[in-house]
């Protein structure tokens, strides 16, 4: 297979470096790699394995370097760049369409799909390829750079490898990115203004230049999105004709979100099979991270089989995982008691002196504690996560991703469940605890007269929902448009002034030679384009999808386990999501790096986690509503929870078996009514071709076949003498 990539790259007659010119109108796929660092050995090896890789390459001498780094210039076998100490130059590498054409062909071959006579490629589909080809391990038949990685990740990494299969670059490669489509980008928002939803001819847009996954976050939000309308029909229905904690409302609300789950996976698995990537996972190679024990080979095909054991995994899942999301949690949880009980305290009970900044104190234990800890889970969970050591990309992620989600979701939710299920429901019993601390610091007791009343009630957590839906979400939407905005342009007014120097390095270009059949001027400003695009999309930062997704789960958790309380919620859910789609564009558009293409069939793992979110949300919503559609706001709150614990217990188990068979039922009537024909068509293929190889061989061996075509032979032969006569 090697010799195979090599061949395709010698056919592909990219062994050189090209003239910027040259290099911005070839009809290929582009990267660039930013080398920094004083290691010209390294910098001459990863420069050596992309040119003998088949790969053009392109030096870009960016603004703190001096001019003589620039290795712009005619074509010449296999050079390799200089490079002045502790300065930066940008590598525009691209591909030539045989050498990609291999590579999609290879990718074929491991999904275990037919292959194309004369497959289209995306502009996706090209960048995606050349990035993996660049960064997957040579005994995987890639190039073997490692990006953004230290000396000492580097040499762990060859630790057990055979010499010829060594990683080259590490912290030398500093970036990997990819230049805007500005010509994409500007129509894609340019649509916005002209139509309220996206239709599948945008989706497939968005996939052909942003690849699958950007593709499936946007056709999750549409369809979370078109799944919100009835129940914020039905949300504002409730509000003002039903009472708070409708049984009706709340029925409704699990059945909706069984629906959304399953109607969803149904429509990640039909846009899969639309778009050709039902077998993506099969070709999700490995992590430049991974370090396997050993490399084995397949006796038959001759592949290389990095091994790792299983038990390596399950002693970092047993010994760090578990206890490390136990002790947070556990943390998180006692901090957030704490900071409701002082919340209590402030609000209902305290009418001391300095009453304004004594209200403060629940603030500021917010701020100095949840933030440090979730910056603290949130270090130890990527270090254990690569502690696992997992072999794909997509299993890494999974993993991250759900260690991550649990802070995240007990920051958000947790002061919510805690304020519905123990606050409101015990609040007449949290004033005894109260009233010696008052004594004792000989504060007024103006406030608390009463002994017996509730502290709390309903109302409470209704007014914390009404903060979470409308607050929250226009907090989120300024951090998600106006900050990362405010961001990219002071990361690149440096940039945006350097501009004005254009003129100094023309006239400093007058020096240079010239390629043939070019002006300066025209050679010049090409290159000094390139080097200014390829510094803006240095500027950016990257893009991290953990965090749309992380925002949308948030909201789903809000409207399944709390929207009962307040059942708008979900109207202003749907108008926030309404203007996500916008923002979460605008901001892959504008003020982040192009997201690196990756292909996958779904949106995993989040589906997983919405459908636990669901689940959660029945059990949580079914409490609340057991609790609260009945409550007396004059009656003492212990006594009309305590007693009644044992039936609040069935409920929730109930409630439990019930979305459990809601689910089946859901499961069974999408089948009848929302099959996915598509798939239907392409499995029917699959078996009437299967059978017919199967008849054409019992044919076959039964001397039929050679006896029809006997028959056929001799009409033929016939038809042709009464031809002749």
């Not at 040579?138 to 990685?149: F, N, P, T």
């Not at 592949?303 to 390596?312: D, L, N, Q, S």
């Not at 995982?321 to 947070?328: D, E, K």
């Not at 556990?330 to 919340?343: D, G, K, Y």
């Amino acid at each position: 297979m090697a010799a195979a990539v090599e061949s395709a790259a010698i056919t592909s007659n990219s062994y050189s470096i090209s003239s910027a010119s040259n290099a911005a109108s070839a009809d290929a796929a582009r990267v660039v790699l930013v080398l920094t660092g004083d290691d010209a050995d390294a910098h001459a090896a990863v420069t050596a394995a992309l040119v003998h890789g088949g790969l053009h390459v392109l030096p870009v001498r960016l603004s703190d370097l001096p001019a003589n780094s620039s290795g712009a210039g005619p074509a010449v076998p296999i050079p390799i760049p200089e490079f002045d100490n502790k300065r930066r130059i940008a590598l525009l590498v691209s591909v030539a369409p045989p050498l990609l054409a291999h590579l999609w062909s290879m990718q074929e071959t491991e999904e275990g799909v037919p292959h194309a006579q004369a497959a289209v490629l995306s502009e996706a589909d090209k960048v995606r390829l050349l990035a993996s080809y660049i960064t997957t391990a040579k005994y995987y038949h890639g190039l073997g750079i490692r990006v953004g990685a230290s000396v000492r990740e580097v040499t762990a990494a060859n630790k057990n490898l055979d010499p010829k299969w060594h990683w080259v670059g590490g912290d030398c490669v500093s970036d990997l990115i990819v230049l805007d489509d500005t010509n994409f980008e500007t129509k894609w928002l340019n649509a916005w203004s002209t139509k309220y939803l996206l239709g599948i001819d945008d989706l497939d847009g968005i996939r052909k230049n942003m690849g699958e996954q950007i593709a499936y976050h946007f056709a999750f939000i549409q369809f979370y999105l078109q799944g919100l309308i009835p129940l914020a029909f039905v949300g504002f229905f409730a509000y003002f004709v039903f009472k708070p904690y409708s049984h009706l409302y709340s029925t409704f609300l699990g059945l909706w979100s069984v629906v959304l789950i399953v109607g969803w996976k149904r429509q990640q698995v039909w846009l899969a099979s639309k778009w050709g990537v039902s077998e993506a996972h099969k070709s999700d190679h490995e992590r430049p991270e991974f370090l396997p024990d050993r490399v084995d080979f397949d006796e038959v095909s001759g592949e290389a089989i990095p091994y790792y054991p299983f038990w390596k995994r399950w002693i970092v899942h047993a010994g760090y995982t578990i206890p490390m999301v136990l002790t947070f949690g556990a943390a998180v949880t006692f901090v957030s008691a704490v900071i409701l009980f002082a919340e209590v305290y402030t609000s209902e009970v305290y009418d001391g002196p300095d009453a304004f900044f004594v209200k403060l104190i629940p603030n500021v234990i917010y701020a100095a504690c949840l933030p440090l800890l979730q910056f603290l889970y949130n270090t130890l969970s990527r270090k254990i996560t690569d502690l696992e050591n997992s072999q794909s990309v997509d299993k890494h992620v999974a993993s991250l991703t759900n260690k991550t989600f649990v802070i995240t979701l007990l920051l958000t939710q947790l002061p919510l469940i805690l304020t519905g299920v123990f606050f409101v429901p015990l609040s007449d019993l949290l004033l005894p605890y109260l009233l010696p601390s008052i004594s004792k610091h000989g504060l007024t007791q103006g406030k608390v007269a009463d002994i017996s009343r509730n502290l709390l009630s309903p109302a409470s957590l209704e007014q914390k929902v009404v903060s979470f839906a409308i607050t929250s979400q226009i907090i989120n939407q300024l951090t998600e448009t106006v900050v990362p905005a405010a961001i990219a342009w002071l990361s690149t007014f440096k940039i945006k002034v350097s501009e004005q120097t254009k003129a100094d390095d023309l006239n400093q270009a007058l020096d240079e030679p010239v390629p043939a059949g070019k002006t300066i001027t025209e050679e010049v400003t090409k290159e000094e384009e390139l080097r200014l695009r390829i510094e803006k999309a240095i500027a950016l930062p990257v893009y991290d999808i953990y965090d749309d997704y992380a925002e949308l789960a948030n909201q789903f958790a809000l409207v399944v386990m709390f929207s009962s309380s307040w059942p708008l919620a979900s109207l202003f859910c749907l108008v926030n999501n309404f203007l996500d789609m916008r923002s979460h564009a605008f901001k892959i558009c504008e003020t982040v790096r192009r997201p690196i293409p990756h292909r996958t069939n779904s949106i995993a793992p989040w589906t997983s986690i919405f459908d636990l979110l669901a689940g959660a949300g029945a059990v949580v919503t079914s409490i609340l509503t057991r609790l609260y559609h009945n409550w007396e706001p004059t009656t003492p709150a212990s006594t009309q929870v305590l007693p009644h614990l044992t039936t609040l217990l069935v409920v929730v188990i109930f409630e439990e078996h019930k979305h459990f068979l809601l689910k089946f039922i859901a499961d069974f009537v999408l089948d009848a009514t929302w099959t996915d024909l598509q798939s239907l068509s392409a499995r029917r293929r699959e078996y009437e071709e299967a059978a017919w190889t199967w008849i054409a061989q019992v044919l076959e061996q039964t001397g039929v076949t050679a006896k029809v075509k006997e028959i056929v032979g001799n009409l033929e032969k016939s038809f042709g003498k009464l031809k002749e006569e």
